[in-house]
């Protein structure tokens, strides 16, 4: 009797769908509202899952569909779940198990579902975290228990693709590519002789997590030592030393009878210490094993990265070889990980320039900001503190970055990774298929890039990004050079936001001075146009290494195009013609405007201003000045 009940049960599982079966024993749906809803189907062209129909008559609902399939996951599978919730249709999934049949090692169904392209990797876990409940986790990004790590070999985990998170009371999160394999869980909780909470993750998440254990497993053990004496110790303080004076680059560079090392401290190259040339490929050799550069090759450029920790210091070292006819000059590129993320308030902008830029640049429902600038300008601090500023619980966003350098919690996050085949174009083309309200693209970088900005921004979004040219004017120009349409310039770009860092003076040898003559001539000033301003120089003092600068502050340069500007762009006007255009219509102050009220603040000094900003016009004088940017 009870067979023939098990018997009958099943035919009713495959008869109605096991989604809408677990929904109709939980007594969320009624014979009569299925009936109706298979009556409905039948007159739909083209015809939809019966479980999207019982949605739309509205018998059923996400919230419903979640807490049946969660009370019932152990008895479904990942196939038939996608093809009840409309994610793939019958016949995808009858060729995937078909592939699977014919196939000797017997690959899940999930990954012959994405390598055919039936389903995309993100939709396929994003789907399972939001009907199943499973968290979804990035472990590329978590801090990963090396005690629960180490309990096996870390081949099982390739092979099996999950990896252990942590404790979690009497239990242990683990990340699964499949949450739904038994097999795998199975195996998981022999592992660790727990109970497991499950979470899903990214099949390339997970392999990127654990190269990284085995990485961190197989580093140096010692303490780092720091001495003249060996190689180790040689590059070891070179890089400390960088870190320790807050060096934003390293360079070492051979020359003709030596090798030197000089650091780029607050935008300015200093001079450290010399070294024999002999010592020069061996420092070099060392960098490599390092960075995993290829120690053979002599004769081509390379480009590495690594996480060095070495005390309460842990940051990001981007490497780059080059070279010369002297040998292979290195520099390394220091991204500081402990740096405090700023706030918007924080980046230093005038009180008029910041309200404009919240109200009508962040808080725009679509549209392209672009901040813009040279190499080391600043520009993805600023536009990392303006995704925090968007952050809400109310707003979806994603990022494509070139790679994260700053990890956000509640945003989501895609480090570019080439040599996953995990490329920007390809992240670009499923961006806009993840429902974002704000997309932010680590770089324009060419034509594509570009149009995938200004036609998301079309379709009703809000995209952030980061752009090299000179000053907001220019990224105006230089997408007419890539060949987007005029029109679609004008009516997409909000806001381009162009700036620069300049030393601050050194507040412990400040001393107040007043320009004279030829630095008025210099700034295109005659007479008193700098009145109403308190200037001062730094001195130098032990502090500022004699310099009379520490630390840097930003100036910026806003242009919030309104319709002369986007005439002007329409009609392909000049550079030149668009700038006075801008100046007269939106109130647009220059980088060089800006820095000089900085200066006249105390900040900077007008030599910062002189040797770092581009002067195109002459500047107005400095009560108008402050009268536009306010304070």
Known sequence: MAVGAGKKNDMAQEKLGKVIFYLLKGKHLTKENINYAKRIQKKLQPPKPLLEVLKELEYVDDEKITRAIKANRDNLKLGTLLVELGQISRNDLDRALRIQYEEKNKRKVGDILIENRIIDEKSLVEMLSLQMGFPFLEPEFIELDHDLFNQVPYKLFMQNKFIPIKKHGDKVVVAFADPLHKPTINSAKGIFKKDIEV?????????????KM?????KDTKPLTMDDESIVGIVNTIIINGIRAK???IHIEPMHDRFRVRF???GIMHHIKDYSKDMMPLIASRIKILTKLDIAEKRRHQGGRIDFQFGEYKVDLRVSTYVTVHGEKIVFRIINKMDKLLTVEELGMPPRMLDSFITRALN???????VTGPTGSGKTSTVYSCIDHLNTPETSIITAEDPVEYVIDGIA?????????LTFEETLRHIVRQDPDIIVIGEIRDFFSADVAVQAALTGHQVLSTFHTEDSIGALIRLINMKIEPF????????VLAQRLLRKICPNCKKKYTPGPAQLKLLGYHGGELSGGTFYKG?????????????RIAVHEMLLPDEQVRDAVLKNSTTHELRLISINSTGLVTLFESGIYKASKGITTLDEVLRCLPRLVPPRPLAEVKRLLGG
């Open 264 to 266: 780029r401290i607050d």
């Open 488 to 495: 679609l310039i004008s009516s997409t770009i909000n806001c």
């Open 214 to 218: 085995i990485r961190e497993q197989n």
């Open 247 to 249: 060096a934003s680059d």
């Open 413 to 421: 996050q895609c480090s570019i990774n080439e040599k996953l085949n």
């Open 364 to 370: 725009a429902p679509s549209g392209v900001t672009i």
């Open 539 to 551: 001195e130098g003092c032990g502090h500022c290494r004699q310099t009379g600068y520490i630390g």
């Open 199 to 211: 979470a899903i993750s990214k099949k390339d998440s997970i392999d990127f997590a654990i190269q």
